[in-house]
């Protein structure tokens, strides 16, 4: 462990200084496109300005013989679009035991670093593995004069990772956030699923057998039964470690991409608990995040109210007959600043905002 008084030090001569506070940028979806297929490279320059995070993902989804055609494509996307003021670009490199992945960044962070917003970095098992990668993105930056430094997102995907979750988010400076990663966590961990995330009708609890004339439990009669959250636990654990390191937390992908429901059920779930975003892998999961991680009309209006009601956010008030005090107005706080930093952004929400 680095000790505080050079913990925001570069770890390199030459690289950018490391930021104190990670930049709250909204992110409400991480959108996935393989740069090497043409299709979906075609279609990046006009999702500029719909989704918040494009993505040029080079690890799993690309054909071990595409690799290289991705990093290329993603290295000529990132010189050739111009993502504005409101995209931010990121990349997810192959895994740090993979062949690919020291070609994967000195090529992107001397080339295009300074497009480069955040390398997500996958299966991260311990903070070892940030701090590799911290010391070699300092190098590359100071070798490609990179001007500000890149961030770093893990992905939250074995079971030692989950176990050093703490570790991880803690770092380093450059760390951005984390991902739940189902898919392979679910592998690692030996979960008995073949999904990519999402819940399971398998994983439920059932209603107690009524009873019978004579007394004693019919466990023939009908019972109702609930599906329950596989992800619950791992969501929340990941949760309070960003939230302890002011890092943000993301809920990764959602594989059935025709059941838009359970989608948008899922990315609520998280949104709930904390998490500020999710992956799209299709475009029609861009829009279901953008509904979903942007607070309600109706919660902002809310949240005015008590704001209106206690301008200190000290005391006690009853508002529609319910007790508010100052830790529901911190809650409100968390819900306005939210709005606020989404709707700078966005003139549809900032309208549907001022309307509520
Ligand atoms: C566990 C994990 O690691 S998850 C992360 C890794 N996985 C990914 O990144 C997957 C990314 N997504 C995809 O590969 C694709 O969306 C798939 C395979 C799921 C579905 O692809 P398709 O069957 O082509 O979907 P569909 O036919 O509905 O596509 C409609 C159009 O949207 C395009 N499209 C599909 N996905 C994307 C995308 N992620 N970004 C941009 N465009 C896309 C298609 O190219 C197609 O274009 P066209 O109308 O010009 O032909
Ligand atoms: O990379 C994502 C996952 O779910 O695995
Ligand atoms: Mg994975």
């Given amino acids: 462990m680095r000790s505080a008084k050079d913990f925001f030090a570069p770890l390199a001569v030459g690289a950018p200084t490391p930021v104190t506070e990670v930049p709250a940028r909204p992110s409400r ?6 740069p090497s297929n043409p299709k979906m490279a075609a279609k990046v320059p006009d999702m500029v300005g719909v989704s918040d995070v494009l993505l040029g993902n080079l690890e799993d989804a690309v054909v071990a013989d595409k690799k290289e055609a991705a990093r290329e494509g993603l ?12 995209t931010q670009l990121w990349t997810r490199i192959n895994s740090l035991d993979s062949p690919w992945v020291l070609d994967d960044l000195t090529r992107l962070v001397t080339e295009v670093g300074d497009q480069l917003d955040v390398i997500m970095v996958p299966k991260v098992q311990g903070p070892e593995d940030i701090h590799y990668i911290d010391r070699i993105l300092a190098q590359l930056e100071a070798k490609g004069g990179v001007q500000r430094p890149i961030l770093v997102h893990a992905i939250l995907e074995t079971a030692r990772g989950m176990a050093n979750v703490e570790e991880i988010a803690g770092a380093s400076p450059r760390m951005q956030g984390i991902s739940l990663g189902p898919a392979d966590l679910a592998a690692d961990r030996r979960m008995k699923t073949t999904r ?3 819940g399971h009708p398998g ?10 004339l004579d007394g004693a439990p019919d466990y023939t ?4 039964v609930f599906q329950q959250d ?3 636990y791992t969501i929340a654990r990941m949760v309070d470690a960003c939230a302890m390191h002011g890092i943000f937390p993301f809920y990764g992908p959602f594989g059935d991409i025709k059941d838009t429901v359970a989608c948008e059920d899922q990315f609520r779930n998280a949104f709930l608990l904390g998490c500020v975003g999710a ?3 299709h475009p029609v999961q861009i829009e279901i995040a953008k509904k979903v ?16 009601a206690m301008p200190d956010g000290r005391g006690a008030v009853m508002i529609d007959g319910k007790m508010e005090d100052d830790a529901s107005f911190k809650q409100c706080m968390v819900v306005l600043e939210l709005a606020e930093r989404l709707s700078a952004n966005d003139p549809e929400l900032a309208t549907m905002y001022e309307e509520a």
């Fill in 230 to 232: 596989l992800w619950h």
């Fill in 29 to 34: 979806m991480i959108h996935f496109f393989d």
């Fill in 203 to 212: 994983y439920l609890v059932r209603q107690d057998p009524a009873k019978g």
């Fill in 293 to 308: 991680f942007s607070p309600t009309a109706e919660d902002v209006a809310h949240a005015r109210r008590v704001k209106e």
């Fill in 221 to 224: 009669g009908e019972r109702s």
């Fill in 279 to 281: 992956w799209s892998l």
């Fill in 75 to 86: 290295v000529q996307i990132a010189k050739d679009v111009d993502f504005g003021e409101h």
């Fill in 196 to 198: 990519v995330g999402g």
